[in-house]
């Protein structure tokens, strides 16, 4: 997978699909690389007809780290969270994350994409919406939020699998780490991951990258540094769609409502029975709902 | 609960809810009662500050009965053809018994949601009468643009078919197998939650003639799509992927009609009304109507 220079930062990339069709530029969400994308869902979405990119963003997998900016204290991001006083300490906000992705595009040469985010990636995918609206041809915010501190929180559990590092560096305990924090955010029932999925998915990723979390502090504290979008959101004019679980214990499907509620003319699909993850049975769902978003949102900007 | 004679015909309805709390009608479907839906929708609703207005259609449980038998493949035909369709009613009827219903409630304005025909009619409210009209929730229904997917045969099937007999055992058995058909897909079937529904209703009215005057109506009332690009009334659009009878595509349409229309897919929702899938109808609702209010203060 190829390296690219944007924003003053390397990315590592992959595409999809024939270079010269409309574009979709996929973006993850905190902690997880670019491959947490199925790439199952990747090619169908490329065999409908788009060129699908996904990248690394900064701070996780092979991109570029930012060391040099230290490590934040994220107890102090947490507290100012608590007061609902946006963190003045981070190292770069999401904005800086949404600047990425959108001089990613032109550094590939591409004039403008639909932009599918997922969690943070959501976030960030809103921001590219608002800070980059030439870039932005549709916006996709999956299992993501405004930012709303109004909104419900996370169920305990799902908020202390999230954040809880492993007790230990080694491999196996990565692993298994890996595995227990999506069965305690993932789907609940029958769309969940079988185990022995879950074993490939989270062994590819931790053999994929070094561990370093020191990134992974730096994008929680850009998380809690970003002050809530609802505002900008009412001004978005590009068609946009919210995807959200139901059942989703870590970002709640409130919040999703949110998303889509301070959007004009917002598409809102919601999954019952789905969590926060990208389990195998959920990729013809999300293979659905995305392709038929993508078509139209394309059939009405060819229409304009 | 009361009776109204407006528009010409007696309705039944009835009134949950504070006086001050935000108005919002729910009209019902096809051969629907007013008691038909889950009692957790409006006593969610209720609970959510609406004053809920719900009613039963003319032709349907205790409001007024109609007679004769219309022709309704040949008032399709005479719809078709510009001609003015031979039929007692049509839906148009039914959304100004909705507006008179109003009046009689001295209710000035108010939110108008309605599923299936109910959609319909709330549409046709919305067109008709914009000043009564707060914001207009259409749930799983259709701009009956002809283009649109049909039913499923399957599901057309259930909803004519009639039963063996007209038994209260084998109408509520028929009932209950054909709402099987075009159920939801996200969640179990509650047999036990829709047999005592269907066996009290049943119990409060069975008038299968009715349906065929209402299926008439339906067939008599021309499609909205054009309609429907000039509506300035905030509207909300939701729709399952899992509706066998109407299909998604019908609700999309009318979300792509309506300018502005918030557009709301749940994965797995069938043509029905799961007890279990209430409390998060009445956040969609709630939440949609709490956004129009607040625009419009």
């Known amino acids: 997978m190829p390296q690219i220079k944007a924003n003053g930062l390397s990315f590592e990339y992959d595409t999809f699909g024939k270079a010269g069709d409309p574009a979709v530029l996929f973006i993850m969400g905190f902690a997880a690389q670019m491959t947490a994308w199925p790439e199952a869902l990747m090619k169908s979405i490329a065999g409908e007809g ?63 994409a639909h932009i599918v985010g997922a969690s943070m990636g959501g976030m960030i995918a809103q921001l590219v919406a608002i800070n980059h609206p030439g870039v932005t041809r549709s916006m996709t915010s999956i299992m993501s939020t405004t930012g709303n501190p109004a909104m419900p929180q996370a169920t305990p559990e799902a908020m202390t699998a999230l954040i809880t590092p492993p007790a230990d560096t080694s491999r196996e305990t990565r692993i ?17 991951a079988t185990e022995e999925e879950l074993k490939v998915t989270v062994t590819a990723a931790v053999d994929r ?5 020191e990134g992974i502090s730096r994008q929680l504290c850009a998380i809690l540094a970003s002050p809530p979008r ?15 679980g139901i059942d989703d214990p870590l970002v709640r499907v409130e919040a999703g409502r949110d998303t889509a509620a301070s959007i004009p003319g917002c598409r809102l699909v919601e999954v019952p029975g789905m969590g926060h993850d990208f389990s195998n049975a959920l990729v013809p769902i999300y293979h659905k709902h995305l392709s038929a978003f993508l078509k139209d949102a394309e059939s009405r900007a060819k229409a304009a | 609960m009361p009776d109204a004679q407006v528009n010409g015909v007696k309705l039944h309805y009835a009134v949950d809810g504070p006086a001050g709390g935000v108005p919002l009608v729910i009209i019902q479907g096809f051969g629907s009662q007013m008691t038909s839906w889950p009692a957790t929708l409006h006593e969610g609703l209720v609970a959510n500050g609406h004053r809920v207005i719900r009613f039963d259609n003319r032709d349907v449980g205790l409001s007024q009965k109609f007679s004769g038998i219309p022709d309704a493949r040949a008032a399709a035909k005479a719809l078709a053809a510009g001609e003015k369709p ?37 549409q046709l409210v ?62 179990p079937f509650d047999e036990t939650f829709w047999c005592a ?58 979300a792509q009609c309506i300018p502005g229309a918030r557009l709301t897919l749940i994965e797995g929702w069938g043509h029905d009304m799961p007890p279990v899938f209430m ?17 419009r203060t």
Not at chain 2, 160 to 176: F, G, I, N, R, W
Not at chain 2, 226 to 232: C, E, I, Q, S, T
Not at chain 2, 235 to 253: C, K, M, N, R, S
Not at chain 2, 279 to 295: G, K, M, N, Q, Y
Request: hydrophobic share 45%; charged share 15%; aromatic share 6%.
């Open chain 1, 50 to 112: 788009f060129h699908v990119i996904r990248f690394d963003n900064r701070d996780i997998g092979k991109s570029q780290y930012l060391d040099h900016l230290g490590v934040p204290d994220v107890m102090a991001a947490m507290g100012s969270l608590m007061t609902g006083i946006p963190f003045a300490g981070a190292p770069y906000t999401l904005n800086d994350m949404a600047k990425d992705a959108a001089e990613l595009l032109g550094a590939l040469n591409i004039r403008n």
């Open chain 2, 197 to 254: 529904n269907v066996s009290s209703n049943f119990d409060r009215s069975y008038f299968p003639e009715g349906q065929a005057r209402q299926w008439a109506a339906i067939m008599a009332t021309p499609y909205r799509t054009d309609a429907l690009k000039a509506l300035r009334v905030p509207t909300l659009v939701l729709h399952g992927t899992a509706d066998v009878l109407i299909p998604p595509e019908a609700g999309i349409h009318t």
């Open chain 2, 279 to 295: 409390p998060h109808l009445i956040a969609h609702i709630s939440r949609f109507t709490a956004d129009v209010e607040a625009s």
């Open chain 2, 126 to 187: 919305a067109l008709r009468h914009p000043q009564r009209v707060c914001s207009l929730i259409s749930i799983f229904s259709t701009t009956s643009d002809p283009s649109l997917p049909r039913s499923s045969p399957e599901a057309q099937a259930a909803l004519m078919a009639p039963p063996p007999s007209q038994s209260k055992d084998d109408v509520v058995a028929h009932t209950l197998k054909n709402r099987r058909v075009y159920a939801s897909t996200a969640w």
């Open chain 1, 176 to 192: 298994a780490h890996g595995m227990k924090m999506i069965r305690a955010i993932g789907s609940p029932g029958n769309l969940a």
């Open chain 2, 86 to 122: 031979v039929v007692p009613y049509t839906l148009a009827d039914m959304a100004d018994d909705v507006a008179a219903l109003l009046d009689h409630l001295g209710v000035a304005s108010a939110h108008v949601a309605g599923g299936s025909m109910g959609g319909m009619i709330a």
């Open chain 1, 230 to 244: 609802n505002a900008m959101l009412k001004n978005l004019r590009m068609p946009a769609m919210v995807l959200h």
């Open chain 1, 209 to 213: 990258a070094p561990y370093h979390p």
